[in-house]
Structures are given as C-alpha cells and as structure tokens.
C-alpha cells in the first residue's frame, strides 16, 4: 500500500529555520498553499475531468487510483461518479 503524505502540515516542523524567516517576509501567518511539482497537466476543464474520472470508475479503477492520480479525496471521486451518474 502507498503511504500518502499528510494533506496539512506545520511548516515550522517540515522547513528549515531559515526557509521561515524567508518565507515570513512574504506570507506572515495563515493557510498557503503549497501546489505539488509532480502534480497531473491540467484537465481541459472539471466537467470533462470529471467524466474521465466516471469512465475511469467504470473500467475498475479503484478510488484510491483516481484520487491519487487526480490529486482528490476518496470522498470527492465517490461524489464526482454519483453525479456523472446523474447527468
């Protein structure tokens, strides 16, 4: 099994000491985001992500797959395959 790294983390316990001090001069406390470098090209749009997800599903791919591969909760690919089911 795939250990998935932790969705949030202190950046005080994950960066260098100086890295902070740098980054505090630009993002003084709260929530950033910080974008995966590994993460999937951009999907031409959500509705048409979302049908390739439903077709994925289909094919058998598991709910892990999907959200691992679309960088989504297990709980949002069961959500995007109940509304393409819909539609």
């Known amino acids: 099994m795939v250990k998935l790294p ?4 202190n ?5 260098p000491r100086k890295l902070m001090s740098q980054l505090r001069r630009y ?3 709260g929530l950033l985001w910080v974008p ?3 993460a999937p090209p951009r999907v031409r749009d ?3 992500r979302d ?3 439903a077709e994925a599903r289909k094919r058998g791919s598991s709910l892990r797959e999907l959200a691992e591969k ?3 909760t297990e ?3 069961r959500q995007i395959v109940r509304k393409q089911k819909m539609t």
């Open 51 to 53: 049908r390739e997800i």
């Open 46 to 48: 959500r509705e048409a």
């Open 11 to 15: 950046a005080s316990e994950v960066l």
């Open 36 to 38: 995966s470098e590994t």
């Open 70 to 72: 679309y960088l989504l």
């Open 75 to 77: 709980e949002r690919i």
């Open 6 to 9: 932790p969705k949030y983390a």
């Open 27 to 29: 993002f003084e406390g």
